[in-house]
């Protein structure tokens, strides 16, 4: 079993709707949690991090975590073409200084 | 804040030459450094970590021989590829964080470089 789990998609939404990426992970004491987007051909870059439980809000972008079904979730509203790219979910293990990456979903916004 | 430089971002060379890549954090000390391989269409493989001042941990399946990753100080990491030959083409990104001692801190990327090995 994978440490972190992901749908590879692709995902396609309409312009301005909302996206809704999952993201499962497999270690209980999994601490801190991010969002990555990927550009083709680009490297990744970060967009959220999130380390409690709920929702974490900035600006068209919520992530959630709920630690107890080991879940984290990103919604992107009011999506748009430029949202189109891979998003990464990342894991880190408490004291191990491990990250461990899903291996992406593909996101499609049509327009 | 937070960038990662990475030098350079295309490199084509001949089968058996040996290329050096740097991975600089710009604004902050990284006590550790990630290097990652990727394929096109597939996704991020982790290599290697390297902490400041220390020997790298490599991932199974790496050749450390082969890939030659130095971390001299707490701005600069440096991955080579020695005598590359066409199948080491692929997409290398380095990351930086200041994670060693907490983990709540995230991987800062560099924009990767794209190795081409003729």
């Known amino acids: 079993q994978k440490e972190v789990e992901q749908n590879s998609g692709p995902l396609s939404v309409p312009e301005g709707a909302i996206a809704s990426l999952n993201c499962t992970y497999s270690d209980r004491v999994s601490q801190s949690f991010f969002w990555y987007r990927q550009y083709s051909g680009k490297s990744p870059e970060l967009i959220m991090s999130i380390y409690s439980n709920g929702d974490k809000e900035d600006g068209r972008f919520t992530a959630q975590l709920n630690k107890a079904s080991q879940y984290v979730s990103l919604l992107i509203r009011d999506s748009q073409p430029s949202d189109s790219a891979t998003y990464l979910c990342a894991v880190t293990v408490y004291n191990f200084n491990k990250f461990y990456f899903g291996s992406g979903t593909k996101l499609n916004v049509k327009p | 804040g937070a960038v990662v430089s990475q030098h350079p971002s295309r490199v084509i060379c001949k089968s058996g030459t040996s290329v050096k890549i740097e991975c600089r954090s710009l604004?902050?000390?990284?006590?550790?450094m990630f290097w990652y391989r990727q394929f096109p269409k597939q996704s991020l493989m982790l290599m290697a970590t390297s902490n400041e001042g220390s020997k790298a941990t490599y991932e199974q399946g790496v050749e450390k021989d082969k890939f030659l990753i130095n971390h001299a100080s707490l701005t600069l990491s440096t991955l080579t590829v020695t005598s590359a030959h066409p199948e080491d083409s692929s997409f290398y990104i380095c990351s930086a964080s200041t994670g060693f001692h907490n983990s709540n801190q995230p991987q800062h990327f560099g924009d990767g470089t794209r190795l081409s090995i003729l």
């Open positions: 604004d902050f000390q990284a006590t550790t």
